[in-house]
């Protein structure tokens, strides 16, 4: 079945939206670099429509005040984290899968410094984000949540909560990159070993 032509209105309004996307990405990608190399303080409607090329008018209408920025910050960086994670290679196996989804993951902590340090270091004093916020943001995670519970159906893990390993495998993870990106681990050998031992704690021993 051939979906009906856009015609005049529907192709205007698709250009039209298209065109608020791109924006809005720009302005956030604006301000996230602004928080990296100038920090918080940095983070006025003013400055970022200065570097943004725009009016703090625009900016207020789409994000309403600093705090719906910090928000859209936030959750800008869980969805691209989540992009990453749904980016690896699809393995039959699904222990290998998750496996994979290991280095992935710390891969994508480290290539977007911005969004970490906000999503995870209080990185804007004050902010809080919102109850729906927080859902939304382990939500983006939920593909860890499948690849466990494909483990677990394959006889791999023991039966549990498959949010309970993920969980518990997010905390690990969090732990290591964080003491990484401190400098205090040089490479990924701690982060590894935390991670296998997480999953080595649920594995089914096979008699």
Not at 143 to 172: E, F, H, M, N
Request: glycine content about 8%.
């Amino acid at each position: 079945m051939t979906s009906a032509p856009l015609g005049l209105q529907g192709a205007y309004l698709l250009g039209e939206r298209a065109g608020h996307d791109e924006l809005r990405s720009h302005l956030l990608d604006v301000a996230v670099n602004l928080l990296e190399t100038d920090g918080p303080e940095s983070l006025t409607m003013r400055r970022i429509a200065a570097e943004a090329g725009c009016t703090t008018t625009v900016i207020y209408t789409m994000f309403g005040n600093r705090e719906g920025l910090a928000e859209a910050l936030y959750l800008e960086g869980f969805e691209r984290f989540r992009r990453f994670l749904e980016s690896v290679p699809q393995r039959r196996d699904p222990l290998e899968h998750l496996f994979a989804l290991g280095p992935a993951y710390r891969e994508a902590c480290l290539a977007e410094p911005g969004y970490y340090s906000l999503m995870f270091e209080r990185a804007i004093p004050g902010f809080e984000p919102s109850e729906r916020a927080r859902t939304l943001a382990r939500a983006a995670l939920n593909i860890l949540d499948r690849v466990i519970a494909d483990c677990i159906s394959a006889g791999y893990l023991a039966p549990t909560q498959p949010r309970k390993v993920a969980d518990a495998l997010w905390a690990a993870a969090q732990g290591a990159i964080s003491l990484e990106r401190a400098g205090h681990l040089r490479d990924d050998r701690t982060y590894e070993a935390v991670t296998t031992a997480v999953i080595g704690c649920y594995r089914v021993r096979k008699k």
